[in-house]
């Protein structure tokens, strides 16, 4: 652990991160494809970043350190997102726009800033869409996605674009309709996707009485929230018992699972036992989970942001 450690602190450049953890290193999974996002700065409480040709400060709980504010961008930001000390906060806007575009690849996300500090996208969320998105292509067959709490449907647009079809679910309406915006700037409206506004356990409770199956599922989880009818979910409570439900929905031939967390209790090793034991044990399968993370520029510093669960099922030789 410590020689792995001194490896990736000792990496020249965020590229060699990556290369390490792929051969066996801990770091975490970084999302550096980006041409449309960066991570300028980070400094007392805040972060810099550049969301095409706008540049936004905004709060970010893993930034502790009390550094120097060098880079230009924080005296002169588009948007900027204040904490307030009773909890939320305000956005303060400079010559912002309402929404506008930026791309990963031949993806086109909508953006516009709202409710608590979010512009509707998590770029960190890239480094999974590539790896999953290699798994899609590669696999030489249909593959039907399940992807729960779907947001604004990055995942979801990645899936698409990748070959696979998709069910896309949400509790809220305003996120489908997001979404949705999303795959037609994308240009996949025509691809095959379910769009559903639903309970994520209720629907996955049906699809079970259903029959159906999935030959992957990407679950992204809030901490707290509730359903279309005032479901309340506590994902310390539920995530468990959903992930069950889960195992039933998968097919014969399973290729991935993703489980995302954005709570400080669920941290890499919890996602790996849940991931083993909920969904892994049945099947010849390997399950990986490391911290996600973006890296800053000019810097080899990562920031992270969140975690992720993988389990990688070995494909099936049919004679």
């Not at 305003?174 to 629907?203: H, I, Q, Y």
């Amino acid at each position: 652990m410590i020689e792995t450690y001194i490896k990736t602190a000792r990496a020249d450049h965020v590229g060699e991160l990556n290369d390490i953890n792929e051969h066996g290193g801990t770091y975490m999974w970084i999302a550096d494809g980006w041409k449309d996002y960066k991570v300028l700065d980070t400094a007392n409480g805040e972060k810099l970043e550049r969301w095409g040709d706008y540049i936004l400060i905004r709060p970010d709980p893993q930034v502790i350190w009390q550094t120097e504010k060098k880079h230009k961008g924080w005296k002169n930001p588009n948007g900027h997102y204040h904490r307030s000390t009773k909890g939320g906060g305000s956005w303060e806007f400079f010559d912002l726009p309402k929404t506008w575009q930026i791309t990963y690849g031949d993806l086109v996300f909508n953006l516009k800033p709202f409710s608590f500090k979010h512009t509707g996208l998590f770029p960190e969320q890239a480094a999974n869409w590539d790896w999953f998105g290699k798994l899609i292509r590669e696999a030489g067959r249909p593959i039907r996605v399940l992807n729960l709490f779907a947001y604004t449907g990055g995942a979801t647009c990645a899936a698409l674009s990748a070959g696979a079809s998709v069910a896309h679910v949400d509790a809220s309406k305003g996120m489908v309709t997001w979404a949705k915006e999303n795959a037609e700037s994308s240009g996949l409206a025509d691809r095959p996707v379910r769009w559903l506004v639903d309970d994520c356990t209720k629907f996955v409770q049906r699809e079970i009485r259903r029959g159906n199956k999935y030959d992957a599922i990407i679950m992204d989880p809030p901490s707290y929230g509730r359903g279309p009818k005032g479901e309340v979910w506590k994902i310390e409570e539920t995530i468990y018992p959903l992930l069950q439900l889960c195992r039933q929905l998968l097919s014969d031939d399973p290729l991935f699972f993703l489980l995302n967390s954005y709570t400080t209790g669920l941290q890499p090793g919890v996602l790996t036992h849940m991931l083993k034991t909920a969904i892994a044990a049945d099947f010849d399968a390997v399950v990986e989970s490391d911290e996600v993370g973006l890296p800053i520029e000019g810097t080899d510093l990562v920031l992270p942001c969140g975690c992720a669960g993988r389990v990688t099922f070995a494909e099936r030789n049919t004679p």
